[in-house]
Every structure is written in structure tokens, then in C-alpha cells.
């Protein structure tokens, strides 16, 4: 799938919001196109579509009309994840595309996550949404630029997108609120740093697990406010797109690793309570 340890990527990986006016090259741009198409269901089995659209060597014009509200300066393209409706769609898809972002990293080019600073009705019309799906989120694309803008800097530092919860405000062991030691966690210690390093919608980083025998258990907490807010815009539940993010960090490294298991639902019987926060999943080995 990848080229380099997928480690070495999410490490890489930032929010890229300044790009060289160019087109991406076209071998990169081949092999993120093609990579794309082949991500038609999420790990959950949602059906799902990551649309590419790119400028080219000769005509920019394929982005004419795609905007970011000043966000992005010269992407050179955009991944648009459509995903089918269902109880995991927005897990799913949030997945698929962070795995296009590792891979556009692994080309060597930027990327950044939109989820709502971009003109939503434009560019459903140019991935043409069907009536049984939702526009999850974009990806902007492109070469990035030699200089960081004072923009970019700006953005980075108002959403805090450097730093990273604690790892004892997000992994607990046995019951939720008691913290997790690294030297508990065992092998797991670096799967869990690396699902740490996910990116968020305005970095919130909703995820929380809590490992309960030989199971870790995957909560949603919610940020007071912001799905009210995401609605009130037209925008799907951020937060869950969110979660599948973090089970993408998650699942690659365990394998990069060598550790079995696979995310999945499990009864309420074996899920331990955790009061302010939602059930979505497990990994299971």
C-alpha cells in the first residue's frame, strides 16, 4: 500500500494549507488517482467514492469554482469522500480518506482535511452526490510550497494544531478516567501514539479507549456544541468522521506491527461505562 513504514508517514503528515502553483506531477498524480478508485467500501463495509479532481499540465480549469474561503493557497487538487448512508458511513469514510492522505504523503505531497471551509455546494455538484449519499469532507492536494505563509502559521497556531491531548486524557485502563501507563499498554504503546497524531476537525480530538482485558475499547466524546453548530451549517457529524480517522492510525500501525485484531461492535455487556462519553467501537485480537 505504502512505499515507507506507515510510522514514518503519520509522523510526517501535517496540515499543509500553502502550495506551489503547480499541478501535481503526473506520476504521483496517476498513482493517487488510481489509489483512490480502489477504495470503494470503508473497513465496515459502507459503500463509498473518493473523487479526485486535479488540475493538469495544460488546464487548471477542473478546480474552477472550488473554493476555501482563502484557506488553502494554489491546491493543485482535491479529494471529495462521498460515502452511502449508514450507521458507520461516517466512520468509514473518514478512513478511506485518511488512507488517501498517507498515501499523498508518501508521493511527497500535501495535504490538509477540510470539513467545512470550503464551499460545500460546489463541490457536491462537481462529484455529482447522489440522493443516497452525504459529502463527508475534502482533502486539498497539491505540491507544497517552499515557504510556510504567515497564514498557514496563523491557522496552525488558532486551532492548536501542533500540540495533542495527554495520553492520560485519552487512554485508560480497566474502567474509563483511570489513566493507561506506557508500560501497561505493552506493544500497544506505539499503536496508541500513533492514533494519538490523527488529525481532527478544529483538532479536537473527540477519541478516548479504554482497554478492558485483552480488548480496547473506542468512545466518542463529544465536544459541547459542535454537532448542534455542524448542523445548524449544513455539515454531517464531524466528530465521527473523526473516529475513523484515529482507527486508521490505529489499525495500519498494529499491523505495521505485527498485532492481530480488527475493529468491530461488541455487546453492551463487555463495553465498561463511560459517563460523558459514546460507544463506537473495539479492537479485538
Not at 449519499?133 to 497564514?151: F, H, K, P, R, Y
Not at 508500560?183 to 479507549?209: F, I, T
Not at 495500519?252 to 462519553?277: I, K, M, N
Amino acid at each position: 500500500m505504502f512505499s515507507r513504514p506507515v510510522t514514518e508517514l503519520i509522523q510526517a503528515r501535517y496540515s499543509c494549507r500553502s502550495y506551489r502553483p503547480v499541478p501535481v506531477p503526473e506520476e504521483a498524480r496517476s498513482a493517487l488517482d488510481l489509489f483512490l478508485r480502489e477504495q470503494t467500501h470503508g473497513p465496515f463495509g459502507t459503500p463509498l467514492r473518493l473523487v479526485f479532481l486535479a488540475a493538469t499540465q495544460s488546464s487548471s480549469a477542473g478546480l474552477r469554482g472550488l473554493g476555501t474561503y482563502g484557506i488553502i493557497r494554489h491546491p493543485a487538487g482535491f479529494v471529495i469522500g462521498l460515502v452511502h448512508n449508514g450507521p458507520v458511513a461516517l466512520e468509514d469514510v473518514g478512513h478511506a480518506l485518511e488512507l488517501s492522505v498517507l498515501r499523498a504523503t508518501d508521493l511527497d505531497l500535501g495535504t490538509c482535511w477540510l470539513g467545512g471551509t470550503f464551499q460545500r455546494s460546489n463541490f457536491a455538484a462537481r462529484a455529482a452526490v447522489r440522493q443516497d449519499e452525504t459529502l463527508a469532507a475534502v482533502i486539498a492536494v497539491g505540491v507544497i510550497a517552499d515557504n510556510v505563509s504567515w497564514v498557514d502559521r496563523a491557522l496552525r497556531l488558532g486551532a492548536g494544531s501542533i500540540s495533542r491531548l495527554a495520553w492520560q486524557r485519552l487512554y485508560f485502563d480497566g474502567r474509563y478516567g483511570v489513566p493507561l501507563s506506557r508500560e501497561a499498554a505493552g506493544g500497544y504503546a506505539q499503536v496508541l501514539d500513533m492514533a494519538r497524531l490523527a488529525p481532527s476537525a478544529s483538532n479536537k480530538q473527540p477519541w478516548r479507549v479504554v482497554r478492558s482485558g485483552g480488548d480496547w475499547h473506542l468512545y466518542l466524546r463529544r465536544t459541547p456544541g459542535y454537532r448542534e453548530r455542524s448542523a445548524l451549517l449544513g455539515l454531517p457529524d464531524l466528530q465521527r468522521v473523526d473516529i475513523g480517522i484515529f482507527t486508521c492510525h490505529w489499525e495500519l500501525t498494529a499491523r505495521q506491527l505485527g498485532l492481530r485484531g480488527r475493529w468491530e461492535t461488541v455487546s453492551a455487556d463487555r463495553v465498561p461505562e463511560a459517563a460523558g462519553a459514546e460507544y463506537r467501537l473495539s479492537w479485538v485480537g
